[in-house]
Nanobody
Framework: VQLQASGGGSVQAGASLTLSCAGSGRTLSRNSLAWFRQAPGKEREFVAARRSSGGYTYYADSVKGRFTISIDNTKNTVYLQMSSLKPEDTAVYYC????????????????????WGQGTQVTVSS
């Protein structure tokens, strides 16, 4: 399984940006997927997840209402649509895939995930 993240860049506060994570070797929609991020000097943190069972989505409180995780089955790609970006959203963003079943609480834990993309940098300036 390979995950290829892309779409990062440098934007002004208030702008929008969409990250993509293309998968190969496995059908993404049959697995739980997530986005995490890591800011300089900080630990990696949960951003958003899509559970394979039912397609339910979950978000960190810090991004709720601004970010949307979605999937395009025809392209086997998961997206993170980000709007109203803030300087505190600056980080390297990683996509991740969890095979098999997962309990709801585990979706927010990076140790739950089996495969990771390489990360894409998002920089938001004020």
């Amino acid at each position: 399984v390979q995950l290829q993240a892309s779409g990062g860049g440098s934007v002004q506060a208030g702008a929008s940006l969409t990250l993509s994570c293309a998968g190969s070797g496995r059908t993404l929609s049959r697995n739980s997927l997530a986005w995490f991020r890591q800011a300089p000097g900080k630990e990696r943190e949960f951003v958003a997840a899509r559970r394979s069972s039912g397609g339910y989505t979950y978000y960190a409180d810090s991004v709720k209402g601004r970010f949307t995780i979605s999937i395009d089955n025809t392209k086997n790609t998961v997206y993170l649509q980000m709007s109203s970006l803030k300087p505190e959203d600056t980080a390297v963003y990683y996509c991740a895939l969890k095979t098999g079943s997962v309990i709801l609480s585990a979706l927010r834990e990076e140790l739950s995930y089996d495969y990771w993309g390489q990360g894409t940098q998002v920089t938001v300036s004020s």
